[in-house]
């Protein structure tokens, strides 16, 4: 699934949502809806004023508030309404939700260590990654196809979600994808159109490195 290959030179824009409390504690947050910190409020804010000179011409959103905050504060700036879609929400991951990082891996270990190996695993009895893929590639493609010539699409999502879909529309392999690095809070990746489908132009950009604080560690 690489895009229409038209070379029309769209951009598709891959935001993670600001830091929740969740992230702080390394708690798996998955599908559970966590609202944004005032710390993420705040990196929402500083991210939008960066972003917003792309010009994006259309926003899509998780329909989780911790996404909906954060797709807000860019909407602020540029005048766009969101589209909110339930496709873009985070992967769901039944038992593992609301665990720490510590106890996925105390009372999952073996699962845990499936899944970094690029094994596909339903991770707490939840989706499988090409499943998210399934659900979010689609609706990220779906908004892309309406932009004009040279349009820039933004996608406010999630750190899994943002890196399955990323997989999948560069044409990775499922076992690939755990390659892509994780996204920091409010960072983003930029996808790129070329000739031959799209292309991976920019990835966690927008900070100086910080800490991957999140499902995707």
Same mark, same amino acid.
């Given at each position: ?6 070379? *029309? ?13 969740? @992230? !702080? ?23 939008? %004023? ?36 339930? =496709? ?34 339903? %991770?707490?009895? =939840? ?7 399934? *659900?979010?590639?689609p609706v990220v493609l779906g908004h892309a ?22 997989g999948r529309l560069l044409g990775l392999e499922?076992h690939h994808w755990e390659g892509l690095g ?13 000739? *031959?489908?799209?292309?991976? !132009?920019?990835? @966690? ?7 991957? !604080?999140?499902?995707?560690?």
């Amino acid at each position: 699934m690489n895009g229409t290959g038209s070379g *029309r030179g769209r951009r598709i824009v891959l935001w993670r949502h600001g830091q929740t409390a969740w @992230n !702080l504690e390394r708690r798996f947050q998955g599908s559970t809806d966590i609202a944004l910190t005032e710390t993420g409020v705040g990196q929402a804010r500083r991210a939008a %004023r960066l972003l917003a000179p792309l010009k994006p011409d259309a926003i899509v959103a998780s329909d989780l508030q911790r996404a909906m905050a954060t797709a807000a504060e860019l909407a602020a700036i540029t005048g766009l309404e969101v589209a909110h879609d339930a =496709g873009l929400r985070e992967t769901y991951a039944g038992a593992w939700q609301g665990l720490t990082h510590e106890e996925i891996v105390g009372q999952y270990g073996e699962q845990y260590a499936a899944w970094k190996r690029g094994e596909p695993v339903r %991770r707490g009895g =939840g989706e499988l990654e090409t499943e998210v893929a399934d *659900r979010a590639a689609p609706v990220v493609l779906g908004h892309a196809d309406k932009l004009p010539e040279g349009g820039t699409l933004v996608v406010v999502s999630h750190g899994g979600t943002i890196r399955t879909t990323i997989g999948r529309l560069l044409g990775l392999e499922s076992h690939h994808w755990e390659g892509l690095g994780g996204l920091s809070n409010c960072c983003w990746s930029v996808l790129g159109e070329g000739a *031959r489908g799209w292309r991976l !132009l920019e990835h @966690n950009a927008g900070t100086l490195p910080e800490p991957v !604080l999140g499902d995707d560690t």
